[in-house]
């Protein structure tokens, strides 16, 4: 199947060719001619996928007909969580429209200036896309003419609907035509989001692609079993010493977290910063931009922050804390192996992370086998499995040490090096439990966690 078989308008061919793509992906190759076709869609497919071109080309192809009203409101609406994805997707726009006649792409984000935002309304907009709470305020403003508007998409709508926004967009779509094409896009499909595209979407055609571990392929996954906060930081110390990182996104838990382990990383002569939802666009945007020119080489950032991070030289992801949604670890080490690239994706987990571990192993079909880095062994054997180990009951000392406030700066093995990995060779990104290492602490093979969890199951 080549992008020529798709019917679409031969300035988009054009476009998607200029930017290098050789042949549509697989949701490109399902959703196009359904939406070319008018159908609503409902697609299950995360973010690495090629989904925003999947639906963007087609809604391009719809601009490349004359308006059937007269107006100068948007005639494509996308709404996305965050800005960051909003402005990925205003990029793509751009970029996938650059050979349309004037296509007019406007961003309206949260944290920016409302005097910039009315000016870009006034004009004739053809593609809106936006964050839905800034979008709220400018409805209720009447600053926002919907009657021309022909197609709505809901990128990510599981991470809106996470974010509490679904009342934003439901208040949104009510506000536009019914006649509209509605497209839902979403990496799962579960019961919420059924409910939200029967109230939204018009007999829509359903598409799932492959399994996300045939996708994740491409991007090698380590995971650590760790002892405490202090051996989370030695660890990190020593892989950010791997000089094959060109550039790297480090995830923490909390915001908080987030300032202080890249104000620590920075103090170390990392080239390092932090991005989080608290900070203001200009900051996220300044932070973005340090990265993309490689003036940052180690961004520490939070899950709402780094969704639709697309930067090729992002070589590794380390997973400082776990989160909380297996969905959130597969955007997260999407950052790496981006555009055709490999990657490398390393995650801590400690006593407390059991039923994370398990629903990530569960959602992405891969089976964790515990890395060790020689001389930063854990001390304690991994509790995976034990009866302890359940939410709910009284926590082991390893997740008791989690809890117990953190200060990098306090930390002195944040400072030094770890004891074993000075001129190791095999300093880097640590090697699985096998033959080699087996005699290190912990000698059973039991150490594979999705052992231990076909026993408690
Ligand atoms: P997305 O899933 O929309 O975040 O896209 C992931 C990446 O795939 C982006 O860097 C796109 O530029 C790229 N991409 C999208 N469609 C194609 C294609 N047909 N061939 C190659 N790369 C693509």
């Not at 409101?73 to 994805?85: A, F, K, Q, W």
């Not at 915001?255 to 996220?284: C, F, I, P, V, Y």
């Not at 090096?417 to 090697?431: T, V």
């Not at 033959?435 to 052992?451: H, L, Q």
Request: proline share 5%; aromatic share 6%.
């Amino acid at each position: 199947m080549s992008f020529e078989n798709l019917n679409l308008h031969p300035a988009i061919v054009k476009a998607v060719l200029a930017a290098g793509y050789t042949a549509p992906t697989p949701i490109q190759q399902q959703a196009i001619p359904d939406l070319i076709a008018g159908h609503d869609v409902m697609a299950s497919a995360q973010t690495g996928t090629g989904k925003t071109a999947a639906f963007m080309l087609p809604a391009l192809h719809r601009l490349a007909t004359p308006a059937q009203i007269r107006g100068r409101g948007p005639r494509i609406l996308v709404l996305t969580p965050t800005r960051e994805l909003a402005l990925q997707v205003s990029d793509a726009a751009s970029k996938y429209g650059k050979f349309l006649p004037r296509i007019n792409v406007v961003s309206i984000l949260g944290g920016m200036p409302y005097p910039l935002q009315n000016k870009l309304l006034s004009q004739t907009v053809d593609v809106l896309v936006a964050t839905p709470g800034r979008l709220i305020d400018h409805i209720e403003r009447g600053r926002i003419d919907f009657s021309r508007l022909e197609m709505l998409v809901l990128d990510e709508a599981d991470r809106m609907l996470d974010m509490g926004f679904i009342q934003d967009v439901e208040r949104i779509a009510l506000s536009t035509p019914a006649t509209r094409q509605t497209l839902l896009f979403s990496a799962t499909l579960d019961v919420a989001i059924e409910k939200i595209a029967t109230r939204l979407l018009k007999a829509p055609k359903r598409i799932q692609v492959a399994a996300q571990h045939t996708k994740l392929d491409h991007i090698e996954q380590r995971m650590h079993y760790v002892d405490d906060l202090t051996h989370k930081n030695r660890l990190l110390d020593h892989l950010l010493r791997d000089t094959t990182i060109k550039q790297a996104i480090v995830f923490t838990a909390t915001k908080r977290d987030a300032d202080s382990l890249a104000d620590n990383l920075s103090s170390q002569g990392h080239k390092a910063a932090a991005m989080h939802g608290d900070m203001t666009q200009r900051e996220r945007t300044r932070t973005l931009t340090g990265l993309r020119q490689g003036r940052l080489k180690i961004l520490v950032a939070t899950d709402v922050a780094a969704r639709g991070i697309d930067i090729a030289d992002i070589t590794h992801v380390i997973n400082f804390d776990l989160p909380k949604f297996a969905e959130d670890y597969v955007h997260r080490i999407g950052r790496t192996g981006r555009a055709g690239a490999s990657g490398i994706a390393v995650s801590f987990a400690s006593g407390k992370d059991v039923a994370h571990l398990k629903r990530i192993e569960r959602f992405t079909g891969n089976r964790f086998e515990f890395h060790v880095i020689p001389g930063i062994e854990p001390r304690t054997k991994p509790r995976f499995g034990r009866s302890d180990d359940k939410p709910g009951r009284r926590p082991s000392s390893s997740a008791a040490a989690h809890k117990t406030r953190r200060s990098w700066s306090d930390n002195p093995n944040t400072r030094t090096a770890s004891p074993g990995h000075r001129g190791d060779k095999d300093a880097g990104f640590g090697q699985p439990f096998g033959r080699e290492t087996r005699k290190r602490p912990f000698r059973d093979s039991k150490f594979n966690s999705a052992d231990r969890f076909a026993r408690t199951e």
